[in-house]
């Protein structure tokens, strides 16, 4: 640990407009801020007596327990739930993407899509059926895609309807996450799928598959073969332990980077077919209509997209100071190559420091140190990945794809502060 060296003051004068300073300060091996340049509240925190024996210091803790809860006092980091009153099976719930650090989204916190409920499964009777253009139909018990060889990867969800209150005339005012957070990131481990088709052996003209799940609604959707011979995994763990059930708990499909209602839950059946289905959810949801009168149809691959987590409404500053100002992108499309800030309201940017690991179809934390004034402030983050995707403005969004929109939400988002510290969310 080490104090900030004369070398290092230029990394504390400002590298674009708004107070942004220069992301390797995050990035300096054991660097500690001089006490000038503190947060607000550390100074004070600083100065509080510490207890020579607290309370929990002077009687013995709590016993074992069989699997572990979080602590009393983090009972805000919470999904927020929206379901249908008259059909309380069928709704949302949001991951609190604004209480959460690191990449990776805790299990029980991963954002939930249900049309009729959560089925429960008794996994002994479950099976995997790959049938229609194949040579070889085939069954699968929970035990026998067990018994296959496993791989891992890290990869995020995101629900095609995220963030769609962007298309609002009015910006809605909410936590980041119950805004944005239908979006979650995790470990994914089982069975490469293409290991269980080319076992079934797929017809030359098998060029889709139907996916369908065992819930009450029968979900389907339809899935290019080429995706499915790639990346696709039949998923069985989540973050290291069995799925959950409400994330698809005994086998879900997951495809790394792609729309989330095509990683099916409860995956019971895959048939291989010459088309698409042309199912609900492909054609009257999850569709959209363009100002120019054409449709916008099988939207797989989630664009480039990052949001600003800390500070952001709910959140206040405590006066003037150094702050860090942290978020996640992500993309669909690879690897993000670069995440710019900007305190100006877009008049200026600077390069945020990216958080190893980078990965592709991942979730992506970047950094940066910004001193606020106290003066009001706007704001905003914007992704670019490996293949060239941007995050628009909000304006370019509109002009692209009109202002009806439903599905598909990924422009830049601003977050304004005001002089006494409370932060809104803003069309800038």
């Known amino acids: 640990m080490r104090k900030l060296a004369q070398s290092d003051s230029d990394l504390l004068s400002p590298v674009a407009g708004g107070g942004l300073l220069d992301r390797r ?33 002077l009687r013995p803790g709590a016993p074992f327990s069989n699997y572990g809860e979080p602590s009393p006092y983090e009972n805000k980091t919470i999904r927020w739930i929206a379901a249908n009153a008259k059909a309380p099976a069928n709704g949302i719930s949001w991951t609190p993407l604004h209480r959460l650090e690191g990449i990776i ?80 990131c995790s470990e994914w481990s089982g069975v490469p799928l293409a290991v269980l088709l080319e076992e079934a052996g797929l017809e030359p003209g098998a060029t889709w598959l139907i996916a369908e799940g065992a819930d009450a609604i029968a979900m389907n959707v339809s899935i290019p073969v080429a995706k499915a011979m790639d990346d696709a995994i039949l998923a069985l763990y989540q973050n290291g332990e069995r799925l959950r059930p409400e994330n698809g708990y005994p086998v879900r499909l997951v495809l790394p980077g792609w729309e989330g209602v095509l990683n099916v839950k409860w995956l019971r059946r895959l048939h291989a077919a010459e088309a698409p289905v042309m199912a609900r959810n492909e054609t009257a949801k999850y569709t959209e209509l363009l100002p120019s009168g054409k449709a916008r149809q099988f939207t797989f691959v989630m664009d480039a997209k990052s949001l600003i ?45 990216l958080q190893e690991p980078v990965l592709p179809q991942c979730f992506t934390r970047f950094r940066i140190p910004w001193r606020w004034s106290g003066a009001p402030a706007i704001l905003k983050s914007r992704a670019f990945d490996e293949t060239g995707r941007v995050q628009p403005e909000r304006s370019a969004l509109l002009a692209e794809r009109g202002s009806q929109g439903y599905f598909h939400y990924n422009a830049i988002v601003s977050w304004a502060v005001a002089p006494d510290g409370t932060i809104s969310h803003v069309y800038a």
Not at 323 to 339: D, P
């Open 25 to 57: 300060l995050f990035l300096k091996t054991g660097l500690v801020f001089g006490a000038a340049t503190l947060l607000p509240s550390a100074a004070a925190a600083s100065a509080q007596p510490i207890d020579a024996k607290p309370p929990w210091m």
């Open 105 to 184: 989204t805790p299990s029980g916190l991963h954002f939930e899509r249900h049309h009729n409920g959560v089925p429960q499964i008794e996994p002994a009777r479950h099976r995997l059926l790959i049938h229609g253009l194949v040579r070889k139909p085939l069954f699968f018990s929970i035990d026998d895609l067990l018994r296959y060889p496993t791989v891992s990867r890290l990869c995020f969800i995101e629900c095609g309807g995220n963030s769609n209150a962007g298309w609002h005339e009015q910006p809605m005012q909410a936590a980041a996450g119950y805004f944005h957070g239908l979006a979650s």
């Open 309 to 353: 987590t800390h500070p952001s409404p709910g959140m206040s500053l405590n006066g003037a100071g150094l702050y860090q100002i942290t978020g996640l992108a992500w993309s669909g499309g690879g690897k993000v190559s670069r995440v710019e800030v900007s305190a100006d309201g877009g008049k200026t940017w600077a390069a945020a420091a």
